[in-house]
């Protein structure tokens, strides 16, 4: 395994990747811009040095599956978190963050012309206090000598101490690690939110509990406030008791929690966030400031087919705390209750962006500002997951937020 230090590092490329290039030219200087796509090979392999192959024949080296993507501070530095592995949490795939070299540059030659180059700089794998590795196969309910237990981690944000917060959509909970992937603490979660008996399946997870999470619908983004002291999750879906069940036992609903947790107070508050249509699902979250965030809502349709990838611009000042509520209506609210404000930032299925083609993944799961680029402007980034498939590269989106936008000034991590 590669060490790293995820602030300030010393630039050390591994040129284990040919590095992808894609020119972008700029349209209006009043919209938000597509400047850039990197990608990374579907059979990529990360810096972990594990070897041999996982029960699917995937080798234990692959890079992919990335949930999640985490501005280090240092211009170029990102933190990219891989989930619990190819099939579905299946295997025994260790779980690890890697450190991604991602830069963004002018042509010097054609104005307003940017290419993207990634570069895989070190791998991290996970571990408890005991140097256990976590997995992410949905069998593994309960640690044992060799393995830490199961571990779906989700979402990822540097503390100011240099630590790492992850979500875990299994728990849900949120585990705190060191610089070198070692657990730190685990922060428990609002009762109402866990699952009361855990299984290693979907449907016995969803038939077998009446609260808490949907399988596989947890914790699903992760956001920390720009002063370290707040921390905001969401959930992927609604619970399983704001929902109405299906046969399989999975709710349908459109009250989504947003859970955020003041780290000096341990107190919890809590938001209903209400999705467009309740077959999509809320990937990230990340901070704009103390009460304005941005998030993923999308379907799960893939390119052609695709009707609802954007990123939404959610307000909770006026939104009403309900963590004191075990059970949500399961579509409309009363007026006792008002849910975040939402707007749409971006819309990925814009023409403008000719990205509502055969070409746009299924599953847009990261979000992070970035640096600024020479003209002022703020970069968000965003990454797709390709679920560790061969023929899927991940895709790495990078935007330009014009200077005249709130969230240019407002975003965290700024420089």
Same mark, same amino acid.
């Given at each position: ?198 299984? !290693? %399946? *979907? ?6 509990? +009446?609260?808490? /999470? =949907?399988? $596989? ?87 052609? !087919? %695709? *009707? ?6 959610? +307000?909770?000042? /006026? =939104?009403? $705390? ?94």
């Amino acid at each position: 395994m590669k060490s790293m230090t995820l602030l300030r590092t010393t630039t050390r490329i591994i040129h284990l990747l040919v590095p992808f290039c894609c020119g972008m030219v700029l349209a209006s200087d009043h919209e938000i811009q597509l400047i850039g796509i990197g990608r990374l090979s579907g059979t990529a392999c990360d810096l972990s040095e594990m070897e041999g192959s996982l029960e699917n024949g995937t080798p234990h080296n692959r890079l992919g599956g990335l949930s999640a993507l985490e501005y280090t501070g240092d211009a170029g530095r990102f933190i990219a978190l891989s989930d619990r592995g190819p099939d579905d949490g299946a295997i025994g795939y260790q779980c690890r963050f890697h450190l991604l070299d991602i830069q963004i540059q002018a042509d010097p030659v054609s104005a307003g012309t940017w290419t993207v180059h990634v570069h895989p700089v070190a791998t991290t794998m996970l571990c408890d206090r005991q140097k256990q590795a976590f997995s992410g196969s949905a069998a593994e309910l309960q640690p044992r000598e060799s393995c830490a237990g199961r571990l779906d981690p989700e979402g990822i944000r540097l503390n100011a101490a240099g630590g790492l917060f992850v979500s875990d959509e299994y728990g849900p909970q949120i585990i705190e690690f060191s610089q070198d992937g070692h657990e730190k603490r685990r922060l428990a979660l609002p009762n109402h939110l866990l699952v009361r008996h855990a299984a !290693d %399946s *979907r449907e016995a997870e969803n038939t077998g509990n +009446n609260f808490g /999470r =949907a399988s $596989n619908k947890g914790m699903e983004g992760l956001s920390i406030s720009s002063d370290g002291k707040c921390l905001t999750g969401i959930m992927q879906n609604v619970l399983l008791q704001d929902g109405e069940r299906q046969e399989d036992g999975t709710p349908r609903g459109i009250n989504c929690r947003m859970v955020q947790l003041s780290l000096d107070s341990g107190q919890f508050t809590e938001y209903v966030y209400q999705l467009d249509q309740p077959e999509y699902g809320l990937n990230e979250i990340v901070a704009i400031n103390d009460h304005e965030f941005l998030v993923i809502e999308r379907d799960g349709k893939t390119g052609h !087919d %695709s *009707r609802f990838k954007r990123i939404m611009k959610v +307000n909770t000042a /006026r =939104a009403t $705390n309900v963590v004191a509520l075990n059970q949500l209506p399961t579509n409309a609210l009363p007026d006792t209750i008002t849910p975040v404000k939402k707007t749409t930032f971006l819309d990925l299925l814009a023409p403008r962006l000719a990205l509502s083609n055969d070409d746009i993944p299924e599953k847009i799961e990261g979000l992070t500002f970035g640096a600024r680029l020479p003209d002022g402007r703020r970069t968000l980034l965003i990454c797709s997951d390709n679920d560790f498939e061969a023929d899927e590269p991940s895709l790495i989106y990078v935007f330009a937020i014009p200077n005249d936008h709130s969230v240019a000034h407002n975003g965290s991590h700024s420089n």
